[in-house]
């Protein structure tokens, strides 16, 4: 009983190291707790899974891809499955990305204690075209025929004949 606490100590220990970038430890806990357990168990399958993942980020693809396919072929449905998605996504072609999609990221740790990063802000293209701000012409508002052309009274009244009309037909 005390090897499986030990192995979910150990499992959560490895997930906390995975989600915070720590990715060779977080490899060690995992196999350490995958060690522990019955591999038919669904908690071996769990942990499993999350080494799985970590051996991908550790760049221990091909390690990664053999695991996993062990893994299609585990008593539990839900690991099982799990395993049949990672293993379609390990395997997929990488693509590659262009260039001018990546940002690289200064190592800071390089800096000296008392020197401090220097901030480099990206400057806004200038246009080489001056392009003319148009002004819109303001009409003269005492130009404007403003005199009612009768159609308002005309819409209301037909307005009010239908409305009349239909309270007529429900009664």
Same mark, same amino acid.
């Given at each position: 009983?005390?090897?499986?606490?030990? =192995?979910?100590?150990?499992? #959560?220990?490895?997930?906390?190291?995975?989600?915070?970038?720590?990715?060779?430890?977080?490899?060690?806990?995992?196999?350490?707790?995958?060690?522990?357990?019955?591999?038919?168990?669904?908690?071996?399958?769990?942990?499993?899974?999350?080494?799985?993942?970590?051996?991908?980020?550790?760049?221990?693809?091909?390690?990664?891809?053999?695991?996993?396919?062990?893994?299609?072929?585990?008593?539990?449905?839900?690991?099982?499955?799990?395993?049949?998605?990672?293993?379609?996504?390990?395997? #997929?072609?990488?693509?590659?990305?262009?260039?001018?999609?990546?940002?690289?990221?200064?190592?800071?740790?390089?800096?000296?204690?008392?020197?401090?990063?220097?901030?480099?802000? =990206?400057?806004?293209?200038?246009?080489?075209?001056?392009?003319?701000?148009?002004?819109? =012409?303001?009409?003269?508002?005492?130009?404007?025929?403003?005199?009612?052309?009768?159609?308002?009274?005309?819409?209301?009244?037909?307005?009010?004949?239908?409305?009349?009309?239909?309270?007529?037909?429900?009664?």
């Amino acid at each position: 009983m005390e090897s499986l606490e030990i =192995a979910k100590n150990r499992f #959560a220990s490895g997930k906390q190291k995975l989600e915070n970038g720590l990715y060779q430890q977080a490899v060690e806990d995992l196999e350490t707790a995958s060690g522990l357990l019955a591999s038919n168990t669904r908690l071996a399958g769990e942990v499993d899974i999350w080494l799985v993942t970590a051996y991908d980020a550790n760049g221990r693809l091909p390690e990664a891809i053999a695991l996993c396919g062990r893994l299609t072929r585990h008593p539990d449905y839900e690991t099982r499955h799990q395993a049949q998605q990672l293993i379609y996504i390990l395997q #997929a072609p990488k693509l590659k990305r262009p260039k001018e999609w990546l940002t690289e990221i200064p190592d800071l740790g390089q800096l000296a204690e008392n020197q401090s990063p220097v901030l480099i802000s =990206a400057k806004p293209k200038i246009s080489t075209s001056r392009q003319k701000l148009e002004i819109p =012409a303001y009409e003269d508002l005492s130009q404007v025929n403003t005199k009612d052309n009768r159609f308002i009274w005309v819409a209301l009244i037909a307005a009010g004949l239908v409305v009349s009309y239909i309270i007529w037909l429900s009664t």
